[in-house]
């Protein structure tokens, strides 16, 4: 049960931060005067 709530736990962080990164990234890019998205 503990290796499933510490996973539990890595995904609830995980999904968040995987989801604001690309939407910042995409927010910061024409303050630094990049025109495209690269992956």
Same mark, same amino acid.
């Given at each position: 049960?503990?290796? %499933?709530?510490i996973a539990? =736990?890595? %995904? %609830?962080?995980? $999904?968040?931060? /995987?989801? $604001?990164a690309p939407? *910042?990234?995409? &927010? %910061?890019?024409? *303050? $630094? &005067? =990049?025109?495209?998205? /690269?992956?």
């Open positions: 049960m503990n290796i %499933l709530r539990n =736990l890595a %995904l %609830l962080i995980a $999904f968040p931060i /995987s989801w $604001f939407v *910042l990234h995409a &927010g %910061l890019m024409p *303050l $630094f &005067g =990049l025109d495209e998205i /690269s992956i």
